[in-house]
């Protein structure tokens, strides 16, 4: 099956620096990549995502990009803030209607 | 909005208990999933069901049961607690054919 890896266990950046979270995954057939986001004490909730069709997507602060041809996709955050800080897990899965595997996450700290 | 709400919080058992967690969500949505979590790792999908009368099997189902008694609700049975499956329990659910989850508070599980 699918194997996402999230390469940064933990990322610590200044407030106001751009963060960025990488991922690869194994499954050449995998066309769709969400991002969910848990913050200290809370579960997960979804941040944003992005199909394979595009290989560019951006909502407010947050881009996703996504290279097919090296299975790999990454998440941009700009002008960090505090309430950025949290566990950051990047997903794969074959279409939207399938299950979906997860990363291991990765802890960004958003220093003051 | 809607909510989804996992009972109990923390669940405390012998080694070798048979243990029951409840999900409850109503957002009526189609699908939901049971996802363990261990310390520092990503969600591994235990069982997903995609309608009310479905029941599918994800990577980690041996251990498990699980029950989809009502569109509303799913329920996860920890066969004979060990210890190495110390960890929290995250229900979700989703719209089926539509790839956004929506996760629970969490169910803390330890094994004595």
């Known amino acids: 099956g699918e194997k996402v890896e999230q390469h940064e266990s933990t990322l610590s950046v200044r407030e106001g620096d751009s963060a960025v979270i990488n991922c690869t995954y194994t499954?050449?057939?995998?066309?769709?990549f969400p991002w969910y986001k848990q913050e200290a004490g809370k579960s997960l909730h979804f941040v944003i995502d992005i199909r394979s069709n595009v290989d560019r997507k951006q909502s407010q602060r947050l881009t996703v990009l996504l290279d097919k041809k090296a299975k790999r996709f990454s998440l941009h955050i700009t002008a960090t803030q505090p309430e950025d800080s949290a566990i950051y897990f990047c997903a794969a899965s074959r279409n939207s209607n399938n299950r979906i595997f997860f990363g291991d996450g990765t802890q960004l700290v958003v220093k003051p | 909005g809607g909510i989804i709400t996992q009972t109990p919080k923390f669940l405390i058992g012998q080694e070798g208990q048979k243990l029951t967690l409840k999900c409850q969500q109503n957002f009526n949505h189609d699908t939901m999933y049971w996802y363990r979590q261990d310390s520092g790792k990503g969600l591994r999908l235990i069982y997903y069901s995609i309608t009310e009368n479905d029941l599918q099997k994800g990577d980690l189902s041996e251990g498990y049961d699980a029950s989809r008694e009502k569109k509303s609700s799913f329920s996860l049975t920890v066969t004979s607690a060990q210890k190495n499956e110390m960890a929290v329990f995250l229900c979700?659910?989703?719209?089926?054919?539509?790839?956004?989850?929506?996760f629970g508070p969490g169910t803390r599980l330890t094994v004595l």
């Open positions: 499954d050449t057939a995998s066309s769709y």
């Open positions: 979700a659910s989703s719209i089926r054919g539509h790839a956004e989850q929506f």
